[in-house]
């Protein structure tokens, strides 16, 4: 919502308000519709060179990695990673000024506030590393980079569901038990899609088995999407709050 006018020849301050709601809904939507549409490229116009694999056993799944590293794929997902990052760093300050008035004065909640902001933006930063440094450019870099948002994520999802446990303890809304339920929810399912894709990577690689890649590629894949979902759970933290920019006619700032 826009908000402006000119009164008696004074310009009243531009107000912009976007539902946070909105905002945590978009922030997820970009990630998630960039990879749906290079999944669907590397599948339809790339199959060969998004599904080879070291040792030519037959895959039917292109990995994320594969379908990031393509061309026009990689440019797909760079830019709404890149427009995604920005207010995935809002959401994160967010619930820590969130946390600290919720546990100003109370231990270890105050503590674990501190590195659930860390881990929220090591995982961000392991995810702009993953997408900026594709696999077939430098491999090492690109696996470093998957490997902090996998275990930053896990640890900040961890963290999170221990904090609502604290929250939930003390609340009477139903919004914040809904949000815990579901919080530890797509944890349990992250964790378990993580090991399986992780047994099927190591059994590719150990016996190069037909069919163990596409397996493990369809476990990537629920891994970011219970990721995604996990995220999703800030529209009921902050369901009545906006996001406002104001711009003063002044002095020309923001």
């Known amino acids: 919502m826009l908000q402006g006018s ?9 107000v912009i308000r976007v539902s946070f709601a909105t905002c945590v809904l978009a922030t997820v939507c970009l ?46 997902w760079r830019f709404c990673i890149g427009l995604h990052s920005a207010p995935r760093l809002l959401v994160a300050f967010t619930y820590f000024k969130f946390y600290k008035a919720r546990f100003a004065t109370r231990f270890p909640e105050s503590s674990l506030s501190c590195l659930n902001l860390a881990f929220s933006i090591s995982e961000n930063l392991g995810l702009l590393l993953l997408t900026y440094v594709s696999s077939t450019e430098t491999y090492f870099v690109h696996k470093e980079g998957f490997v902090l948002f996998i275990v930053s994520s896990l640890i900040y999802m961890l963290i999170t569901c221990r904090l609502w446990k604290a929250i939930k303890k003390y609340s009477l809304s139903p919004e914040d038990a809904k949000s815990h339920h579901w919080k530890v929810r797509f944890l349990l399912l992250n964790v378990c899609f993580c090991v399986f894709a992780g047994f099927f990577y190591w059994k ?8 163990s890649y596409t397996f493990f590629a369809l476990f990537e894949y629920l891994v970011v999407f219970s990721n995604m979902a996990f995220h999703l759970t800030a529209v009921w933290d902050f369901k009545s709050r906006e996001v ?8 020309k700032d923001f």
């Open 244 to 251: 406002m920019v104001i711009s003063s006619s002044e002095d």
């Open 31 to 76: 990630p998630l519709l960039g990879l749906i549409t290079c999944v669907f490229i590397s599948s339809v116009f790339h199959f060969e060179d998004a599904t080879g694999t070291h040792c030519q056993v037959p895959n039917y799944l292109p990995s994320i990695s594969a379908s990031i590293s393509l061309s026009p794929e990689c440019h797909i």
């Open 204 to 211: 590719h690689n150990m016996y190069c088995e037909s069919g």
């Open 6 to 14: 000119n009164i008696w020849g004074h310009e009243r301050p531009l």
